[in-house]
């Protein structure tokens, strides 16, 4: 075993370390400091860490202002900021007990506050997996009821792969479209909503119909139609109500609009059953 030092050319023993031979081929390396990234990231969680805040529209009504955010923010201008990345950035800076909350609102109706707290931040994170899932779990329970509808009569069953593309046209172009018409007619009435607020509140209602679609895989034609009827009046006074104290101020129409709206939203579980949930085929 070697101990620590060396012998001189003189004889004489030298304790400590034997030096680097140094060269004219001697190439000294230097390794940089190690710059790993924790995990997870020690900053904000769940959240979206973002200079951006949402665009209001110009006559936004329900939307209001962050505390000291001032008006000499630097946005870009026109319809260009429609195809950047960061406008759609602050409406999915929401995280998990935030779209659990907001489901939670959407089953109790009767309440009528989910505009006012989602006013300053409205997201559409949960809208699009809202309608996603509802999708996939409509088409599902829908082939299983032809599944059944065909076996009682002794038929020969095929699947219907339309039955996903159906769903998807018509989920994804209600939440779409709907809202869009809306914020058209309450625009011309000059009671403008923003449309953001609007596609949020509107795929929000539509949770009610995943529990609904499950339990429409019980085969009695009579319980479908009154899940269906529950759930439609439910997400129906979900959004009905949730307008109704900003509809108010487009003056004696305000009942015909909120009317409509509660009238449209009944006439897309009745749909929904018909198309889906029914028995005959």
Known sequence: ???????????????????????????????????????????????????????????????????????????????????????????????TSDVLERIRDSLFPFKGDFSEKTANNPDLYGPFWICSTLIFVAAAIGTFVTYVAHKLDKKEWNYDIHLVTWSAGLFYGYVGVVPVGLYLILK??????????????????????????CLSIIPIEI????????????????????????????????????????????GLAAVLKLYLFTMTV
Not at 34 to 61: E, M, R, V, W
Request: include cysteine; proline fraction near 7%.
């Open 1 to 95: 075993m070697m101990s620590g030092g060396y012998t001189s050319l003189d004889g004489q023993r030298v304790s400590g370390s034997v030096p680097a031979v140094t060269g004219p081929d001697h190439v000294n390396l230097k390794f940089p400091a190690s710059n790993l990234q924790t995990f997870p990231p020690s900053g904000d969680q769940g959240k979206i860490s973002a200079t951006y805040k949402p665009p209001h529209d110009a006559d936004d009504t329900f939307s209001k202002p962050a505390p000291g955010s001032g008006s000499g923010e630097t946005q870009q201008a026109g319809w260009f900021q429609f195809f950047t990345v960061s406008s759609y950035k602050p409406y999915f800076d929401v995280d």
């Open 188 to 213: 011309y009435f000059s009671v403008p909503s923003g449309l953001v607020q609007l596609w949020c509140l509107y795929g929000y209602s539509l949770f009610v119909f995943i529990p609904a679609s």
């Open 223 to 266: 319980f479908r139609w009154l899940i269906a009827g529950g759930a439609g009046f439910m997400s129906a006074s979900f959004v009905a109500l949730n307008l109704r104290t900003h509809i108010k101020s487009a003056g004696e129409r305000w009942f015909l609009i909120v009317a409509g709206i509660f009238l449209l939203q009944l």
